[in-house]
């Protein structure tokens, strides 16, 4: 799983098999922010797939009250909508924050 992000547009990139594997378990990996400034580091995160209802893709960042780029950590919870969707077409997105976009993509 490779994820990059500049400002508040994320993208997420994975294998056919780490999609499968979402099923059963959360994917943990590192990604390589760039804030508009220039900035640039690296932000622990984990994708979650959920069993709930949902039509929304849900971020959440740690501390809250901190601007997104100064995370600690961070999660991005996809619900079934979503996976299927991504196994289907290879690709699922969803706004957050108002201004940010989260993107997931499945490699060939």
């Given amino acids: 799983m490779k994820a990059s992000s500049t400002g508040l547009k994320i993208k997420v990139h994975l294998s056919k098999k780490e999609a499968l594997k979402l099923r059963k378990q959360d994917l943990e990996g590192i990604l390589n922010f760039?804030?508009?400034?220039?900035?640039?580091?690296q932000i622990p995160f984990t994708l979650k797939l959920t069993k709930d209802d949902k039509e929304t893709i849900d971020v959440y960042h740690e501390p809250f009250n901190l601007y997104f780029g100064n995370a600690k950590n961070f999660s991005i919870t996809l619900y079934p909508y979503h996976h299927e969707n991504l196994l289907e077409t290879g690709t699922c997105s969803d706004i957050f924050y108002v201004s940010g976009r989260v993107s997931v993509y499945l490699n060939n």
């Fill in 34 to 41: 760039k804030d508009y400034d220039g900035a640039k580091r």
